[in-house]
């Protein structure tokens, strides 16, 4: 019985993770674009979801962790297993990553188009934010393919 209590949890954590990367990559990133903010106050909102979306995310992912750890110990730890716990370690480097660096380097370029003294000055600092965002929407895509490969996992690895 705790066995399929913790892989219900298990599977739900990863569920839940990825529903949460999903909405946040493809409903509120598009969002934002469509409220017709400038660049810099759009890269503060941003930011602050991304702050307080943090906390619910890391949490979670910590949640799926400890799930697909102790999945492991009641049920017997296989290839599945281990190739979740390789990927999950992935995610947490993806995870940070993507806020400590992109978040915060994408309001610092933001903040310094709005202050630049030249339009050249601007337009290049334009230039090097969306280049970020290119790069930073890349690796939310494949933090939504890695999260989803993670969901498969979690799901099998009571069946395998």
Do not use: C
């Not at 990367?21 to 493809?26: D, P, Q």
């Not at 202050?115 to 050249?120: I, K, P, V």
């Not at 090097?128 to 999260?147: A, D, H, P, Y």
């Amino acid at each position: 019985m705790l066995n399929a209590i913790v892989h219900t949890l298990h599977v739900i954590s990863a569920g839940a993770w990825l529903g949460g990367v999903v909405f946040t990559t493809t409903v509120v990133s598009p969002a934002l674009k469509s409220m017709g903010w400038n660049e810099a106050e759009q890269a503060r909102v941003r930011s602050v979801i991304g702050h307080q979306y943090a906390k619910v995310g890391t949490a979670n992912l910590v949640l799926l962790l400890v799930f697909a750890l102790l999945d492991g110990a009641l049920s017997g730890f296989g290839s599945a297993l281990y190739s979740e716990y390789a990927l999950l370690a992935v995610l947490f480097g993806l995870v940070a990553s993507h806020g400590v660096y992109f978040g915060r380097r994408l309001v610092e370029l933001a903040e310094a188009r709005k202050e630049a003294r030249n339009a050249e000055k601007a337009q290049m600092l334009a230039l090097r934010r969306r280049r970020l965002q290119r790069l930073s929407f890349g690796v939310s895509m494949l933090n939504i393919l890695i999260s989803a490969v993670v969901m498969i996992l979690a799901t099998y690895a009571w069946a395998g």
